[in-house]
């Protein structure tokens, strides 16, 4: 059997960079710092000028570095309000437009909260929603991983099953598993056992190859009976994520680590670092 690789990278620019607001010179110091991939950051708009993102492409492509990227937060695909969710689709939209210029190949973004309906008619819609994306996306003939975020409130659509089953019913869904969210929503999921029952499951139920090819997120954090209450470097983390390195080598998965620790890159070098030990 092939072996596979975990890529691992930042959520956004490197702390360190010199030119912190600067993409491009955030590749170039993922790729000093030693470390895969970069992820982009639309998280409060999908703003980038069209020179930024073919420039981006190509450092990419050079220095070898792999992108992947995160839609904006304001996407509620279960809105109150028809107008909210059709530009919550046109901000998806937007981002895999977007990201495609870039050369990214994933893109994970929050689906929708629940806003206190039942989660089976949340899930009905998020569903319509991601097929009309879906259908736009290859007219516009561009392809790209859309991966909803494993969320970590209680209060936003993205659980394991729902993404699971998401991901059975529309071809171009995966999930983005962020095991940090699934640990604080949950307040499980953080034994070697259970990163293994997690990854069974998902080879089982979607795939083995979707173990090949992840998008995962990993911070420390803490939480509270809500789920989510904030990110921590690992360290200050009771995240077990040695555990699941191991888990996921031993699964054989490949695919981008992005670290959304506050010291980003930091907490990504310490995963590189264990992970090539194992
Ligand atoms: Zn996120």
Same mark, same amino acid.
């Given at each position: 059997?092939?072996?596979?690789?975990?890529?691992?990278?930042?959520?956004?620019?490197?702390?360190?960079?010199?030119?912190?607001?600067?993409?491009?010179?955030?590749?170039?110091?993922?790729?000093?710092?030693?470390?895969?991939?970069?992820?982009?950051?639309?998280?409060?708009?999908?703003?980038?000028?069209?020179?930024?993102?073919?420039?981006?492409?190509?450092?990419? &492509?050079?220095?070898?570095?792999?992108?992947?990227?995160?839609?904006? &937060? =304001?996407?509620?695909?279960?809105?109150?309000?028809?107008?909210?969710?059709?530009?919550?689709?046109?901000?998806?939209?937007?981002?895999?437009?977007?990201?495609?210029?870039?050369?990214?190949?994933?893109?994970?973004?929050?689906?929708?909260? =629940?806003?206190?309906?039942?989660?089976?008619?949340?899930?009905?819609?998020?569903?319509?929603?991601?097929?009309?994306?879906?259908?736009?996306?290859?007219?516009?003939?561009?392809?790209?991983?859309?991966?909803?975020?494993?969320?970590?409130?209680?209060?936003?659509?993205?659980?394991?099953?729902?993404?699971?089953?998401?991901?059975?019913?529309?071809?171009?869904?995966?999930?983005?598993?962020?095991?940090?969210?699934? &640990?604080?929503?949950?307040?499980? =999921?953080?034994?070697?056992?259970?990163?293994?029952?997690?990854?069974?499951?998902?080879?089982?139920?979607?795939?083995?190859?979707?173990?090949?090819?992840?998008?995962?997120?990993?911070?420390?954090?803490?939480?509270?009976?809500?789920?989510?209450?904030?990110?921590?470097?690992?360290?200050?983390?009771?995240?077990?994520?040695?555990?699941?390195?191991?888990?996921?080598?031993?699964?054989?998965?490949?695919?981008?680590?992005?670290?959304?620790?506050?010291?980003?890159?930091?907490?990504?070098?310490?995963?590189?670092?264990?992970?090539?030990?194992?």
């Amino acid at each position: 059997m092939q072996a596979n690789k975990l890529l691992f990278g930042t959520a956004g620019v490197p702390n360190s960079t010199q030119k912190k607001n600067n993409p491009i010179e955030g590749v170039k110091q993922i790729h000093s710092l030693g470390l895969d991939c970069m992820q982009l950051e639309f998280a409060h708009g999908v703003r980038m000028k069209e020179e930024v993102s073919s420039a981006l492409r190509k450092v990419s &492509y050079e220095l070898g570095i792999p992108l992947t990227s995160h839609g904006p &937060y =304001y996407i509620n695909l279960n809105a109150r309000e028809q107008d909210k969710i059709d530009s919550s689709v046109e901000r998806i939209i937007q981002t895999a437009k977007i990201s495609d210029l870039c050369g990214a190949e994933s893109m994970t973004f929050h689906a929708a909260f =629940y806003m206190k309906d039942s989660p089976f008619d949340v899930f009905d819609l998020v569903e319509k929603s991601m097929n009309v994306i879906e259908e736009r996306l290859s007219r516009l003939d561009i392809e790209i991983e859309l991966r909803p975020e494993l969320t970590g409130k209680t209060s936003q659509f993205g659980s394991l099953d729902e993404l699971i089953s998401l991901t059975k019913n529309v071809s171009s869904c995966a999930p983005c598993m962020d095991f940090s969210h699934l &640990y604080a929503r949950t307040g499980q =999921y953080n034994t070697e056992e259970e990163f293994k029952e997690v990854l069974t499951r998902i080879k089982e139920e979607i795939g083995a190859d979707s173990l090949a090819n992840m998008h995962i997120h990993i911070s420390g954090i803490s939480s509270n009976s809500k789920g989510d209450l904030k990110h921590l470097n690992l360290e200050k983390s009771k995240f077990n994520w040695k555990d699941l390195l191991k888990s996921l080598k031993d699964f054989n998965c490949g695919g981008y680590v992005i670290c959304n620790s506050p010291n980003l890159e930091e907490d990504a070098m310490m995963m590189k670092e264990f992970y090539n030990s194992l």
